[in-house]
T-cell receptor, first 114, second 116 residues
Framework: AQSVAQPEDQVNVAEGNPLTVKCTYS??????LFWYVQYPNRGLQFLLKYITGDNLVKGSYGFEAEFNKSQTSFHLKKPSALVSDSALYFCAVSDQTGANNLFFGTGTRLTVIP | KAGVTQTPRYLIKTRGQQVTLSCSPI?????VSWYQQTPGQGLQFLFEYFSETQRNKGNFPGRFSGRQFSNSRSEMNVSTLELGDSALYLC???????????????FGSGTRLTVV
């Protein structure tokens, strides 16, 4: 069965510092991996995805994520955090066996401190 | 290009009533999925439709149902509402063909359902 773990409920980082939001996953077979961001009272906005190919994936708003198969991780990173990055971040996984549903982590609230 | 449109944005219903939520996917997207988001349970998959057929279903009671029309618009229905059904209901559309989940999903802004 598929599952996603986001071990940190809350991440605080100073503006201008690098940020990392952690995600590990479990799937049978090869994964499709996604990061979404959610602002208050809004839906989910797509940031980036890993399907295949390069392990370093670049996405929207300067975010990137590194797929590590041996550690089954897909951590989200940004070199320099902005106050406007403060939001709720979700990691999600789907497998390649046929089902199209996403399994989400519990979310990590990122707060960027001015 | 219009995004995923969900209506209504907000709903207040009384326990025991039923409710219907609507989702219009991005033009050309034939796959529509529904998710429930609550503070306690997080984001949980409800069901997925492709070409008017339910292809996959999450672990929710039979009170939760859905359908998809020939134009790919989808509705979900919840009957005999319970207080615990209060949630943000999110719809996502995708170009994904069955068994090919590589295109990703675009989410709507959701319908906030409050059951009193």
């Amino acid at each position: 069965a598929q599952s996603v773990a986001q071990p940190e409920d809350q991440v605080n980082v100073a503006e201008g510092n690098p940020l990392t939001v952690k995600c590990t996953y479990s799937v049978s077979g090869n994964p499709y991996l996604f990061w979404y961001v959610q602002y208050p009272n809004r839906g989910l906005q797509f940031l980036l995805k890993y399907i295949t190919g390069d392990n370093l994936v670049k996405g929207s708003y300067g975010f990137e994520a590194e797929f590590n198969k041996s550690q089954t991780s897909f951590h989200l990173k940004k070199p320099s955090a902005l106050v406007s990055d403060s939001a709720l971040y979700f990691c999600a996984v789907s497998d390649q066996t046929g089902a199209n549903n996403l399994f989400f982590g519990t979310g990590t609230r990122l707060t960027v401190i001015p | 290009k219009a995004g995923v449109t969900q209506t209504p944005r907000y709903l207040i219903k009384t326990r025991g009533q039923q409710v219907t939520l609507s989702c219009s996917p991005i033009s050309g997207h034939r796959s529509v999925s529904w998710y429930q988001q609550t503070p306690g349970q997080g984001l949980q998959f409800l069901f997925e439709y492709f070409s008017e057929t339910q292809r996959n279903k999450g672990n929710f009671p039979g009170r939760f149902s859905g359908r998809q029309f020939s134009n790919s618009r989808s509705e979900m229905n919840v009957s005999t509402l319970e207080l615990g059904d209060s949630a943000l209901y999110l719809c996502a559309s995708s170009l994904n063909l069955p068994g090919q989940g590589s295109y990703g999903y675009t989410f709507g802004s959701g319908t906030r359902l409050t059951v009193v």
